[in-house]
């Protein structure tokens, strides 16, 4: 079955709406998505990365599952919360990984390449998220970029949507966010 975006829009919409059976044909068709995406960016791990692909698309999942006051815009608008939800969900992850080892060391992943933020070095998750969340009080938009670029993988064109702005917009806060974040995490 093929479906086009307009289609899993109007069931994000009829879902809001409360009508449980788009809900119920939505589940299998987002899941997939939600599934490739986990899976792509838990490839960017550190090796022996503890949290599974499996398991961290079910956690996403449950918490997408549970909004119960969002109005889903589009599908676009759908991945940027599930982008949100996988950020705090690796943050949480490496918080208790790193609390069990009692101040051991902390928690690293390896950024893709095509960030082109970090080429090539370990970054500290909760670092990034520090860091994130000060571009956040400088320039929201930025921070919303690169989460949805880099923790949910939506293209320029999806992230323009979401954030309601063209893409040469967004392509120069992508930009502006990389060298900012180069900076301050250098």
Do not use: C
């Not at 899976?39 to 990365?49: K, Q, S, V």
């Not at 996988?86 to 208790?96: E, G, K, S, T, Y």
């Not at 293209?155 to 930009?175: C, M, N």
């Amino acid at each position: 079955m093929t479906l086009t975006s307009h289609s899993v829009t109007q069931m994000l919409l009829d879902w809001s709406e409360g009508d449980r059976e788009a809900l119920d044909k939505l589940i299998p068709i987002v899941y997939g998505e939600l599934r490739l995406r986990a899976a792509r960016y838990l490839r960017r791990e550190r090796p022996g990365h503890t949290l599974q692909t499996t398991a961290l698309i079910h956690e996403t999942y449950l918490r997408l599952v549970e909004q119960k006051k969002v109005q889903w815009q589009n599908r676009a608008h759908f991945f940027a919360i599930a982008a949100q939800l996988m950020r705090r969900i690796l943050v949480d992850h490496a918080r208790q990984r790193d609390a069990a080892k009692r101040g051991g060391a902390d928690f690293t992943l390896t950024l893709d390449e095509a960030m082109g933020v970090f080429a090539g070095r370990d970054v500290n998750l909760m670092a990034l998220d520090e860091t994130l969340t000060k571009l956040a009080e400088i320039d929201p938009r930025q921070s919303r970029v690169v989460e949805l670029r880099y923790f949910s993988g939506l293209s320029i064109e999806e992230t323009a949507e979401v954030l309601g702005v063209s893409p040469a917009t967004v392509k120069l806060d992508w930009s502006m966010a990389k060298a900012w974040l180069r900076r301050e995490m250098s």
